[in-house]
C-alpha cells in the first residue's frame, strides 16, 4: 500500500496498479528538490522541470545551473531512449529535452565564462545573443534574467 506522506534520499519504487514507479532524485536541477518518476513498464519518465523543450527554462535564484548540467549526465543514462513527459509542454523525445535544457545550459556557460574572461559585465550578460532559442515560449521574460542569474552564480567559480 502506497502512503502519502513517505519520503525519501535518493530513490523509491512504488507498485501502483502493476505499474512500477521509480522516484529519483538525480541531483540539482531546476529547484533542489526536483525528482523524476520512471515508468519502466511504459518506457517512459515524468522528468519533471529536470527537462525543458516548449518552454525556456527558468533560471531561478535558487537554481545551480552547474549542478543541473551533473544532474543531466544522470539523468541522460535514465532517459535517452524513453518517452519524456516533461514539467511544462507536451510528451517529447529525450533528442528534444536535451536540445532545449543540456544544451541551453552548455550554451550559456561558454558564453557567460567567456564574457566574464574578457572582462565583461553583468549587465553585458543580458546582451548575450540567445536568438537560437528564441522561438520558445517565454524568451522574451527569461533570456536576459537567465543570463544575469548565470554569470551571477559563474563570476567567482
Keep these: 500500500m502506497v502512503s502519502f506522506d513517505q519520503s525519501f534520499e535518493t530513490a523509491l519504487d512504488l507498485e501502483l496498479g502493476g505499474i512500477t514507479a521509480q522516484l529519483r532524485w538525480l541531483g540539482a536541477a531546476h529547484v533542489p528538490g526536483d525528482i523524476s518518476i520512471i515508468l519502466p513498464e511504459r518506457n517512459v519518465v515524468l522528468a519533471g522541470d529536470i527537462a525543458f523543450h516548449e518552454r525556456l527554462l527558468n533560471v531561478l535564484p535558487e537554481t545551480n545551473t552547474l549542478g543541473w548540467v551533473e544532474t543531466w549526465q544522470i539523468f541522460t543514462a535514465l532517459a535517452q531512449d524513453k518517452i519524456i513527459v516533461p514539467g511544462?509542454?507536451?510528451?517529447?523525445?529525450?533528442?528534444q529535452v536535451n536540445r532545449y535544457t543540456f544544451e541551453y545550459l552548455d550554451f550559456m556557460h561558454?558564453?557567460?565564462?567567456?564574457?566574464?574572461?574578457?572582462?565583461?559585465?553583468?549587465?553585458?550578460a543580458s546582451q548575450i545573443d540567445q536568438s537560437q532559442f528564441s522561438h520558445l515560449d517565454t524568451f522574451e521574460e527569461l533570456a536576459a534574467i537567465n543570463a544575469s542569474r548565470i554569470f551571477a552564480a559563474l563570476e567567482f567559480e
Design 110 to 124: 561558454t558564453q557567460v565564462r567567456k564574457l566574464i574572461e574578457d572582462g565583461g559585465s553583468l549587465a553585458e
Design 88 to 95: 511544462h509542454g507536451g510528451v517529447t523525445n529525450f533528442t
